[in-house]
Every structure is written in structure tokens, then in C-alpha cells.
């Protein structure tokens, strides 16, 4: 009874990181899935089933037709999608924060509508404003419609980075004989820097990953969701799994490095 009762007291103090770990263990599992299955010989088109351990996806990731191209095109667009949405999000989010002007308040509120809007009520009003413009499905409708979708995630993250900062340290730059530009420069920018580099972080994995609209809005054109997609119709190859965990380990090592960086200058700030 005594032990019992000891391990019912070590489980309510420890309730929450037995909690938190078996969260993150739920969240990864998919990852874990698709990094075991990346090393999987399936005998069929389908890698549903383990069959035996290679490692002939790794040394030739490339193998299937086009994946790669889709690849490096959802990259592409992923990239001039977040650039096009952090510039346009962080004028927003200033210019919400810091000026006074009229259908202000409407303006906030219109931010969160592609937000809470379903993706394909979206993807269904760009193809409709495409087609009515004549114009021609491809790169570039998808370019627009992603940088359309990202940008409100923007707005808020930088919004919220913006309404945090103190501003008296831009009044201190500009009593020290320090210009407009100078003072954005050299003390906005760097205080707003972690919310716009969330922001951009932010809508690089929505553009990168999103299928819905970019489906609607693509014509011919053949991006990595769509092409894992199609793959999923005739038989996943082996080599979707290696890009998968590829850019997993990414994520991991750019957290990890973030991490670092951030640990090593809060001891330099602390010595």
C-alpha cells in the first residue's frame, strides 16, 4: 500500500512533464513513421508495410520522375512567398501599431479573415479572380494566392512583437542626434526582428506545405503536395519518406542552432 501510494505522489508531482512527453511523443510519431519507412524496401508500389531494411532511397533520392522538380518548385515559391509576404506583413503591422487612421479598427478585424476562413472558400475566390482576369494558371497564380494566405499570419506575429516594444528606446535614438532611417535601422528592426523572422518562418512552412489552394490555383504546374498527392493515387515511392525526414532534420537543426545562439548570448549578457 505504502508504494502505491508513493508512486500515486511521484505521478501527481511529475503530472505535467509525464503529460508534456507523451504529447511530443504523439506529435512526432508520424515523423518517426515516415523516417522508418524511409529505409523500407517495399516488394509493391505501396510503402504501407515494412518489407526490409535499404538504404537505395537515400543514395538516390531523385529516383522518381519529376519529384524532385516539384521539389524545387515548391521551394521556389515558398521562398519569394514568404519574401513578398514579411515585406508586405511587417509594413502592415506597423503601420496598425504605430498610425492613427480611419477603418482602423475594420482593418484589424479584416486581418483575421483569411485566417479563420476556410482554405477552399479562398482557393475557390482566387480561381474565380484569376479566370475572370484572364489570367494564365501557373508559377505566379500561385505565387499571389500564397502570399495572400500568408500574409495575416504575418501581420499578427509581427503585430504582436511590434505592440510589445518600448518606445522610449526610439525617443532615447533620436535625442542622441540619430535620423529616422538610423533609428529604424539600428534599434526598430532588431527589437522587431524575432517577430518577423517567426512571421517569415511562419508563412514559409504554410506556403511550402499548403495543397488546397495552391490545387485550385495551379493549372499544369506541379508543386511537392501535389506531386505526393498524385504519388499516393499509383504507389508512394520510398524517396518521398527521404525528403521528408530530410527536411525534418532541418527543422530540428535549425531549433537546436536557434537554441544555441540564443543560450550563448544570454550568457554573454549576463557576464
Known amino acids: 500500500m505504502a508504494f502505491v501510494n508513493s508512486i500515486g505522489r511521484w505521478l501527481k508531482r511529475h503530472f505535467v512533464v509525464i503529460a508534456g512527453l507523451i504529447t511530443l511523443g504523439y506529435l512526432l510519431l508520424p515523423n518517426v513513421v515516415v523516417t522508418v519507412f524511409s529505409f523500407n524496401k517495399p516488394k509493391g508500389r505501396f510503402n504501407y508495410e515494412w518489407q526490409q531494411f535499404s538504404t537505395d532511397a537515400w543514395r538516390d533520392p531523385c529516383g522518381v520522375a519529376d519529384m524532385c522538380g516539384s521539389l524545387s518548385l515548391s521551394l521556389r515559391i515558398a521562398f519569394w512567398a514568404t519574401v513578398g509576404a514579411t515585406v508586405l506583413g511587417t509594413m502592415i503591422a506597423f503601420a496598425l501599431v504605430r498610425y492613427r487612421f480611419r477603418a482602423r479598427g475594420s482593418v484589424n478585424s479584416l486581418i483575421f479573415l483569411p485566417m479563420a476562413m476556410p482554405e477552399v472558400v479562398m482557393a475557390a475566390s482566387l480561381l474565380t479572380l484569376f479566370l475572370n482576369l484572364g489570367a494564365q494558371l501557373g508559377f505566379w497564380t500561385i505565387l499571389i494566392a500564397h502570399i495572400m494566405f500568408c500574409l495575416s499570419f ?7 512583437r511590434v505592440m510589445s516594444m518600448d518606445p522610449r528606446l526610439e525617443e532615447a535614438a533620436r535625442d542622441l542626434y540619430a535620423g529616422p532611417v538610423q533609428t529604424f535601422v539600428r534599434v526598430t528592426l532588431p527589437i522587431a ?3 518577423i523572422a517567426a512571421g517569415a518562418l ?3 512552412a504554410l506556403s511550402f506545405d499548403d495543397f488546397i489552394i495552391t490545387n485550385f490555383n495551379a493549372g499544369s504546374t506541379v508543386t511537392f503536395p501535389m506531386f505526393v498527392w498524385g504519388s499516393a493515387q499509383r504507389g508512394t515511392p520510398v524517396q518521398i519518406n527521404v525528403i521528408g525526414t530530410a527536411m525534418f532534420l532541418v527543422a530540428v537543426l535549425l ?8 543560450n550563448r548570448r544570454n550568457r554573454q549578457k549576463s557576464s
Open 154 to 160: 504575418v501581420v499578427v506575429a509581427v503585430k504582436a
Open 193 to 195: 526582428a524575432p517577430g
Open 202 to 204: 511562419l508563412a514559409f
Open 255 to 262: 531549433v537546436l542552432s536557434g537554441m544555441v545562439i540564443g
